[in-house]
């Protein structure tokens, strides 16, 4: 069975489950099962079943404010207190308690990586990545432009781009931090056209920065 899961009282997270007997190991329905896609395509969202989970079934607290699947079919879930496992049936917690990346565990962002592991933005403690259970802090010490991150996305070439609550947008390449100046200090939201494009979206409006790194104003049509 499909699920659409809402985690939280204060925030709507809406997304499409798989069951738990197929949780580990695959990816979204539509991304690797064609057929399931079309087939369920065209349903209602009251054809579905809903489920709602909070803090009463596992979760540190109901403010989820992201939520990322990685490549072995879990689902993670970020939260004021920490990152989320769900594998469908039930959370696990990883707080201040997993590592000293952690100790800060206020989380803004998540992107899973196409290695397999999960990029995860903070308030005040940064960039993390985690994988097989290690964790690799990068702060203003290793150029980020600030240590509130806001928004994460990996591009298609391998460019991990960082959105900040505060001080604009950087990239990563190499594990090489590079600042890009923007338009904006409070960055919203990234993301890429099919031209390898990237669209930065702050509170003056959107950039589209292309291949060559030139920039332009996105404005309505």
Do not use: C
Not at 74 to 84: A, M, N, P
Not at 185 to 212: F, L, P, Q
């Amino acid at each position: 069975m499909t699920h659409y899961a809402r985690v939280t009282r204060s925030l709507l997270v809406t997304t499409l489950l798989l069951t738990p007997a197929a949780a580990r190991g695959q990816m979204i329905a539509h991304k690797q099962d064609p057929e399931t896609y079309a087939a369920t395509r065209g349903r209602a969202l009251s054809q579905y079943a809903l489920d709602a989970w909070d803090d009463r079934h596992g979760l540190p607290q109901n403010s989820v404010q992201a939520i990322a699947q990685t490549t072995d079919g879990y689902l993670w879930l970020g939260t004021q207190d920490g990152i989320v496992r769900f594998d469908g049936v039930r959370f696990t917690v990883f707080g201040r308690d997993a590592s000293p990346a952690l100790r800060r565990p206020y989380i803004w962002a998540l992107e899973a990586a196409r290695d397999g592991g999960l990029w995860i933005g903070t308030e005040e403690a940064g960039l993390i990545y985690a994988s097989n259970g290690k964790y690799t802090s990068y702060t203003t010490s290793n150029g980020l432009p600030s240590n509130w991150i806001s928004t994460i996305y990996e591009a298609a070439n391998g460019q991990l781009w960082i959105g900040t609550r505060d001080s604009g947008v950087a990239r990563m390449a190499n594990g090489l931090v590079e600042r890009i100046a923007v338009p904006g200090r409070s960055v919203n939201s990234i993301t890429e056209d099919a031209t390898g494009a990237i669209y930065v979206a702050t509170g003056k409006g959107v950039t589209r920065i292309d291949a060559s790194g030139r920039q332009s104003a996105v404005a309505p049509e």
